[in-house]
């Protein structure tokens, strides 16, 4: 079973300040996407990372993928209110079928 | 409305009833997924359809739980004699043939009193 683990859990912090959340397995994924979820709503589909070692932007957030393709992150720039959400990777593992969602990671920005 | 589209929103049944969730894929979406977010864990899958058949159904559960996607009209996830632990938020998604990237629908949430 492919396990997909993120740190942290919860995260609370100002508006303007930085901070990163991982996605770490020890399996190889394919590609790999974060979403954002808020309440009462269904996972928005944030980005696609497919190469090892890839990096992509979307304005203040940067994800990259790591080398392996065991690993992502996402860090957020000078964080906003409007970034508080409940953040999950989702790994594929090559079929193109179902994904192996992460543990989540929810944020709090506060003012 | 481009998007992934499911109904009821919100769904309450008595125990032993049957629950019936509606999901209409994103146009030009062939593939179909449904996952399952019970209360404080994350999403898990259920099963994954293409038109008239299904591809994997490996997250299902043996009993009481069925999916389809006809040809014609929304694929169909339905849960017959429901009890109290079935009550969660339950998620489709949808993607091209060939795209690993899913598109999800704002969710039923079934309640089971």
């Known amino acids: 079973t492919q396990l997909l683990e993120q740190s942290p859990q919860f995260l609370s912090i100002q508006e303007g300040e930085n901070l990163t959340v991982y996605c770490n397995s020890s399996?190889?994924?394919?590609?790999l996407q974060w979403y954002r979820q808020e309440p009462g709503e269904g996972p928005v589909l944030l980005v696609t990372?497919?190469?090892?070692?890839e990096v992509k932007k979307l304005k203040r957030l940067t994800f990259q993928f790591g080398d392996a393709r065991k690993d992502s992150s996402l860090h957020i720039t000078a964080a906003q209110p409007g970034d508080t959400g409940l953040y999950l990777c989702?790994?594929?593992?090559?079929?193109?079928?179902?994904?192996?969602f992460g543990t989540g990671t929810r944020l709090q920005v506060t003012l | 409305n481009a998007g992934v589209m499911q109904n009821p929103r919100h769904l309450v049944r008595r125990r032993g009833q049957e629950a019936r969730l509606r999901c209409s894929p994103m146009k030009g979406h062939s593939h179909v997924y449904w996952y399952r977010q019970l209360p404080e864990e994350g999403l898990k899958f259920m099963v994954y359809l293409q038109k008239e058949n299904i591809i994997d159904e490996s997250g299902m559960p043996k009993e009481r739980f069925s999916a389809e996607f006809p040809k014609e009209g929304p694929s169909i996830l339905r849960i017959q004699q429901v009890v109290r632990g079935d009550s969660a938020a339950y998620f489709c998604?949808?993607?091209?043939?060939?795209?690993?990237?899913?598109?999800f629908g704002p969710g039923t949430r079934l309640t089971v009193t």
């Open positions: 998604a949808s993607s091209r043939e060939t795209s690993y990237e899913q598109y």
């Open positions: 399996s190889v994924f394919s590609s």
């Open positions: 990372v497919v190469t090892g070692g």
């Open positions: 989702a790994g594929d593992p090559g079929t193109a079928s179902k994904l192996t």
